[in-house]
């Protein structure tokens, strides 16, 4: 089984700074198949992004991911204050299981 | 816009079985290409996939909770259900109903139903 391991736990930033959360995976993605999910308090979560690097509809450019293997960045260029949330990061590659990373909160400074 | 909603007990003791439903309406259930399933996060932590079906009732689940999971769904009434025996203190968490394109991305999610286990 896939284990993913977010860090940092916590990132505390100010409104307009750049967030670079990262995700990384005891063992290779298949097919990068890594998708990045964001949940506000008292919500179900939203996927941001898939297959890595794909923006799901909706979401702003400014919501970007990367990477590959076994390690995934998630960039969010500006921070609005909408985006301080959790965001966790999930596999799909690895048949018959999903799995999770345990969650990044992005805070206001 | 497809709707998903978790209805079930708030509270369930220990050693008993956890039961759920999740009623989808806005869209078709029985659609090929998606699976439906459960997941859970406990109070203050990450998200943990417990289990999907399709609607032919092709199931998977995930190995850590296996021996104790039954996933189900019913076409005709647009439902599908959970059930987790012999449930413990660890077991208390939100419970989401969700529905992936295949085997991959959440697309949909309900809105959580909090379980606690407790005498």
């Known amino acids: 089984e896939i284990v993913l391991t977010q860090s940092p736990g916590t990132l505390s930033l100010s409104p307009g700074e750049r967030a670079t959360l990262s995700c990384r995976a005891s063992q290779s993605v298949t097919s990068n198949y890594l998708a990045w999910y964001q949940q506000k308090p008292g919500q179900a979560p939203r996927l941001l992004i898939y297959?890595?690097?794909s923006r799901a509809t909706g979401i702003p450019d400014r919501f970007s991911g990367s990477g590959s293997g076994t390690d995934f960045t998630l960039t969010i260029s500006r921070l609005e204050p909408e985006d301080f949330a959790v965001y966790h990061c999930q596999q799909y590659g690895s048949s018959p299981s999903l799995t999770f990373g345990g969650g990044t909160k992005v805070e206001i400074k | 816009q497809l709707q998903l909603q978790e209805s079930g007990p708030g509270l369930v003791k220990p050693s008993e079985t956890l039961s759920l439903i999740c009623t989808v309406s806005g869209g078709s259930i029985s659609s090929s290409g998606f699976y439906w399933g459960w997941i859970r996060q406990p109070p203050g932590k990450g998200l943990e996939w417990i289990g999907s079906?399709?609607?032919?009732?092709?199931?998977r689940y995930n190995p850590s909770l296996k021996s104790r999971v039954t996933i189900s769904v019913d076409t005709s009434k647009k439902q599908f259900s959970l059930k987790l025996n012999s449930v413990t203190a660890a077991d208390t968490a939100v419970y989401y109903c969700?529905?992936?394109?295949?085997?991959?991305?959440?697309?949909?999610w309900g809105q959580g139903i909090l379980v606690t286990v407790s005498s």
């Open positions: 969700a529905r992936t394109i295949g085997m991959a991305t959440v697309r949909n």
């Open positions: 079906i399709s609607y032919t009732g092709d199931s």
């Open positions: 297959g890595a690097s």
